[in-house]
T-cell receptor, first 113, second 112 residues
Framework: ELKVEQNPLFLSMQEGKNYTIYCNYS?????LYWYRQDPGKSLESLFV???NGAVKQEGRLMASLDTKARLSTLHITAAVHDLSATYFC?????????????WGAGTKLIIKP | DTEVTQTPKHLVMGMTNKKSLKCEQH?????MYWYKQKAKKPPELMFV???????INESVPSRFSPECPNSSLLNLHLHALQPEDSALYLC???????????FGPGTRLTVT
């Protein structure tokens, strides 16, 4: 079964702190995606990680991929309130010869001033 | 242009109504998707069109009927919906085989 597990599912933190969201997956996919979703809004692509050891950074967010461990992390550095959102990871999956994204449950991040 | 557009943004419909959601992309993507997303949940795949042919239908009730008139357009026809169908409906597109999936802004559907 193709599964993607995120943890934690909910995270409340203070501004200025660091934290990491974890994404474990069961497929052999080498491609992993991180999306951000604000309440009532659509999904915004944050990172596309294409190979083992890939690391990408954008502002206070850094994502990495370890395909051997089937693990991706999204690290938040010195969090600010504007980063409050729900973060989803997803991996490529092939089901019945059809490509589709397999999604994690999402991590709701609340950053308090 | 990395944009997927959707109309309408909001839709309220009764259980006996017929309505359509529309989606458009001009990125040359040959795969287009409809997703349904309930609050606090990840998106659920409903339909996939690949080269304008329906390739995935995730056991969606027949009251949802997709249509792909051409490579840039995707419609979702709605008929006799139930209140539990109220959700955010997202259209997306990608190159064949994925790599980067782009999502539209969504249609917030309420069924009364």
């Amino acid at each position: 079964e193709l599964k993607v597990e995120q943890n934690p599912l909910f995270l409340s933190m203070q501004e200025g702190k660091n934290y990491t969201i974890y994404c474990n997956y069961s497929t052999t996919s080498d491609r992993l995606y991180w999306y951000r979703q604000d309440p009532g809004k659509s999904l915004e692509s944050l990172f596309v990680l294409l190979s083992n050891g890939a690391v990408k950074q954008e502002g206070r967010l850094m994502a990495s991929l370890d395909t051997k461990a089937r693990l991706s992390t999204l690290h938040i550095t010195a969090a600010v309130h504007d980063l409050s959102a729900t973060y989803f990871c997803a991996v490529d999956g092939v089901i019945d010869s059809n490509y589709q994204l397999i999604w994690g449950a999402g991590t709701k991040l609340i950053i308090k001033p | 242009d990395t944009e997927v557009t959707q109309t309408p943004k909001h839709l309220v419909m009764g259980m006996t109504n017929k309505k359509s959601l529309k989606c458009e992309q001009h990125m040359g993507h040959r795969a287009m998707y409809w997703y349904k997303q309930k609050a606090k949940k990840p998106p659920e795949l409903m339909f996939v069109y690949s080269y304008e042919k329906l390739s995935i239908n995730e056991s969606v009730p027949s009251r949802f009927s997709p249509e792909c008139p051409n490579s840039s357009l995707l419609n979702l026809h709605l008929h006799a919906l139930q209140p539990e169908d109220s959700a955010l409906y997202l259209c997306a597109s990608s190159q064949e085989g994925g790599l980067q999936t782009y999502f539209g802004p969504g249609t917030r559907l309420t069924v009364t």
